[in-house]
């Protein structure tokens, strides 16, 4: 019996250059948008990478004044 081979993201979009499976004949991210609506979306996405990166910063600043605080309170 043939099994298919797993079907991943495998197909790139031209348009809006998101990844999409290639089981799909369209992109499933803008197929069904209009130009400007796929701008926002793109434009969504970057913004809330852009939060996830602020959101590892914000935490990194965190470590690093517990450890100062826990340096200065050792002593
Ligand atoms: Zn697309």
Known sequence: ??????????????RCGLRYPGKERECV???????VQMEEMLEQKRSAHKNTANL???FFYIMLLILIGMVIFAQ
């Open 29 to 35: 991210h803008c197929s069904n948008l209009t130009d």
């Open 1 to 14: 019996m043939l099994v298919p081979p797993p079907i991943g993201f495998s197909n790139k979009c031209k």
């Open 56 to 58: 590892g910063k914000l």
